[in-house]
Nanobody, 124 residues
């Protein structure tokens, strides 16, 4: 059984930083690309970032480039999302997911395993 557990969310002031973690068990973590998505209140779940199996390539939502950084540690079965210069509009539940089929990295239908999410709230 695959389990993804996000952590690191919380309340932060605008301009602050948070580092989210995604710990994976039950599957060979190092064989799957990983993505982060988020869902703000009343909105659809949207792509944030993704990273390849080796970590050698990354992809980001255009609006987040330069502020967010995705990484992974295959030895620890963990992926990370470093979020800097946070804005109130970054408030959302953040989810990590493992990509199980081919297709665009920002296509959430290609991700087969999801965590329960961690809440990030940015105050102004």
């Amino acid at each position: 059984q695959v389990q993804l557990v996000e952590s690191g969310g919380g309340l932060v002031q605008a301009g602050g930083s948070l580092r989210l973690s995604c710990a994976v068990s039950g599957r060979t973590f190092s064989t799957y690309p990983v993505g982060w998505f988020r869902r703000a209140p009343g909105q659809e779940r949207e792509f944030v970032a993704a990273i390849t199996v080796s970590g050698g390539a990354t992809s980001y939502a255009d609006s987040l480039k330069g502020r967010f950084t995705i990484s992974r540690d295959n030895a620890k079965n963990t992926a990370y999302l470093q979020m800097n210069s946070l804005k109130p509009e970054d408030t959302a539940v953040y989810y990590c997911a493992m990509k199980v089929t081919s297709g665009a990295y920002d296509d959430r239908s290609t991700y087969g395993y999801w965590g329960q999410g961690t809440q990030v709230t940015v105050s102004s």
